[in-house]
């Protein structure tokens, strides 16, 4: 039995800072998807939403605010959060619903409405609260954690700072292309060396910003597709959602500490390289068969060791990759032709599936100027705080 | 008014480590399958493969370790937070730990003017005690964790 589901369309709404309610995005991304797909908002029997916890109770019902906006209509609706992985979790619920049989058609929506600077933690005071105490006790930014994995870079692979800002330099090259991105500007290796220091080695332009944004996708089964008269739709064929596997031996947001390996011996492997296995073992393809992978580059450090987990090269080698342009347009493997977070900013519940929408415009031949030849095949990985892995893989 | 000093988290540390050893980061440790937790972990082994039926019991950390990995903070982190809104942002430092003997890394600041330019991945660093904030309405002076190079080879 094929495990394939089609997107019959992809929407966002441009990211930005807009000063409006993520409602407005993610409706506004969701018409898009719908008529990108050729259906009226009452033809959609399951609605899935990425919830976002920075706009109150609308944002953690986000499936039903989605629908209350789009007007009532009766659908079957289920919300979910999983912080980065949102959107991956809202893909995989709808895709769990389209394969059981549940529904035929699912709109997924995730949207934000960021506010400005550091990601803070909900107020109050919450000592039982991992998120709270990293930021009371040790003041842990996320970019102090993403400082922590680029030094740990330059010291075990010998990475320094220039091949950090090239990874900007290439995404904001892509994200010129872009006319949903919110930066739209070539950057050049001096501007990024130029830009203040955030969390040392870490730059300004080394780190993602926080942005609105919203996008949307309609799911089907590939028979309703094929009802429709979409022969060859653009397929999404496995969605990894994984959880890592004890004892965790990397620092990750929002941890105070690892995991102890006295008790159990690590699993070969970082969870981070996990996301990917599970998405590729499921997909029944490999690293070898990309066409092209959108990845979180929550920095420019943190997109080279997704090359690394993803499996575009082996471990260390992810700076001579883009050096060599490998991973440039026109390169061998093109990853973050969207202009990667680094052009766009981060809508957290939107993210991922905005990695989706643009593995679709890729794998249609629809992407415009940042085409990639020929697309085939792509990956989305990402990873939500708190231990959600996040990988989709679509095929055409 | 006079100041009380209170750590900033209770049970994570103990100015007075066994046999002298002075300050020591505080976590637990299973009885069933030896799996050590900091931060403490004081209702459930989270081992997986725990054989189950174990106690947790408080143990002190490795007082030194090595640098996993460091960076500083620039700008003023948010609220929670504390830090005088209008007073100069200083930056401070952050450090990785690796302890060899628990097989994990602990993330702590480094005690005052430690820079990241006297640090390097793999140098040898020892925990000590040291004041997060001090709270001048209620008197109470918050303590925490911090880590120092011990000038032995990196
Ligand atoms: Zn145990």
């Known amino acids: 039995m094929s495990a394939d589901i089609a997107v019959l369309g992809a929407g966002m709404h441009p990211w930005g800072k807009w000063g409006r309610s993520f409602v407005e995005y993610g ?23 990425a919830d976002t916890v920075r706009s109150g109770y609308p944002g953690y019902v986000a499936g039903a605010t989605f629908a209350r906006a789009l007007g009532w209509q009766g659908a079957r609706v289920t919300s979910v959060y999983a912080a980065c992985a949102s959107g991956a979790q809202a893909i995989g619920a709808a895709r769990a619903q389209i394969l059981a049989g549940l529904a035929d058609v699912v709109l997924v929506v995730g949207a934000d409405a960021a506010p400005k600077g550091f990601f803070a933690p909900t107020g109050g005071d919450r000592p039982d609260d991992p998120d709270w105490l990293r930021f009371r006790v040790l003041g842990a930014t996320n970019p102090a954690y993403f400082a922590l994995y680029a030094r740990r870079r330059m010291a075990v ?46 730059r300004l332009l080394d780190i993602c910003a926080t942005s609105d944004g919203g996008a949307a996708l309609v799911l089907s089964s590939m028979d309703f597709a094929r009802s429709r008269g979409v022969g060859d739709p653009v397929r999404i064929r496995a969605v990894s959602t994984v959880t890592p596997t004890y004892p965790r031996t990397v620092l990750d947001l929002p941890d105070i500490a690892t995991d102890s390996v006295t008790a159990v011996p690590p699993a070969p492997g970082s969870f981070r390289a996990s996301i990917a296995r599970a998405a590729y073992e499921e997909a029944g393809l490999g690293p070898e068969d990309l066409s092209l992978a959108e990845v979180y580059d929550l920095s ?56 989706v929408c643009e593995l679709t415009w890729q794998l249609r031949g629809a992407a415009g100027d940042r085409q990639v030849p020929g697309a085939r095949a792509g990956i989305t990985a990402n990873q939500g705080l708190f231990g959600h892995g996040s990988a989709v893989v679509a095929v055409r | 008014m006079g100041r009380t000093r209170t750590p900033v988290v209770s049970g994570w540390f103990t ?30 082994c989270r081992n997986p493969r725990c054989p189950g039926g174990g106690l947790l019991a408080e143990v002190p950390l490795s007082p030194r370790g090595r640098v996993w990995s460091y960076t500083d903070g620039r700008y003023r982190p948010p609220a929670p937070y504390a830090s005088d809104p209008d007073a100069p942002w200083e930056p401070y ?32 660093v020892e925990v000590v005690g040291g004041v997060l904030n001090e709270d001048a309405d209620t008197g109470t002076v918050w303590t925490t964790w911090q880590f120092r190079p011990t000038g032995g080879a990196a």
Request: glycine letters at 12%; a negative charge.
């Open chain 1, 157 to 202: 692979y010998g990475d320094t700072p220039e091949d950090f800002a090239q990874v900007k330099v290439k995404n904001a090259a892509a994200g010129a292309l872009n006319p949903l991105a919110r930066y739209r500007k070539p950057v050049t290796a001096e501007e990024v060396a130029q830009s203040a220091v955030v969390a040392d080695p870490l």
């Open chain 1, 300 to 355: 420019t450090a943190l997109e080279l060791e997704w090359y690394e987990d993803i499996g575009l090269c082996a471990g260390g080698e992810g700076a001579k990759l883009v050096r060599e342009g490998a991973t440039a347009l026109g390169g061998r493997v093109p990853v973050n032709a969207s202009g990667g977070l680094a052009s766009f900013g981060e809508a957290v519940p939107a993210q991922a599936i905005a990695q």
């Open chain 1, 27 to 49: 409706r506004a991304a969701a018409r898009t998807a719908l008529a990108d797909a050729g259906l009226e908002w009452a033809d959609v029997q399951s609605i899935v939403g």
């Open chain 2, 93 to 124: 430092t952050l450090v990785a730990v690796e302890l060899e003997a628990e097989g994990m890394v602990v993330l702590g600041q480094t005690a005052p003017g430690v820079t990241v330019a006297e640090l390097a991945v793999g140098m040898e």
């Open chain 2, 15 to 44: 100015e007075d480590g066994p046999e002298g050893g002075g300050f020591r980061l505080l976590g637990t440790r299973c009885s069933a399958c030896t799996a050590v937790f900091f931060p403490r972990e004081d209702a459930y």
